[in-house]
């Protein structure tokens, strides 16, 4: 089992900044994923991160978004930079295993103010 808790959500102006973060716990993690709902719409794919610490992005948010992670705090992080309105959703951490199975956190809130 994998349990994943989002945190670092909240209000802020467009133009700022948030750091989210994923704290992990559970063994066999090989890909973690950030995704976002906005009310009414499906949820969408963010960020990738890989073991081998490869990155991929969506267009929406390349350039203005970075994840990583610290292996020795089991963390892994959505830095947010030049946020816009569009960007407001629900933010979730999605971890996937090797033998692949995948787990969800419980979201954690953004709202960016124009």
């Known amino acids: 089992q994998v349990q994943l808790v989002e945190s670092g959500g909240g209000l802020v102006q467009a133009g700022g900044s948030l750091r989210l973060s994923c704290a992990v716990s559970?063994?066999?993690?090989?890909?973690m994923h950030w995704y976002r709902q906005a009310p009414g719409q499906q949820r969408e794919w963010v960020a990738t991160i890989r073991t081998g610490g490869t990155t991929d992005y969506a267009g929406s948010v390349k350039g203005r978004f970075t994840i990583s992670r610290d292996n020795g705090k089991n963390t892994v992080f959505l830095q947010m930079n030049s946020l816009r309105p569009e960007d407001t959703a629900a933010y979730y951490c999605?971890?996937?295993?090797?033998?692949?199975?995948?787990?969800w956190g419980q979201g954690t809130q953004v709202t960016v103010s124009s």
């Open positions: 559970g063994s066999g993690v090989v890909v």
């Open positions: 999605n971890a996937q295993r090797a033998w692949g199975d995948t787990y």
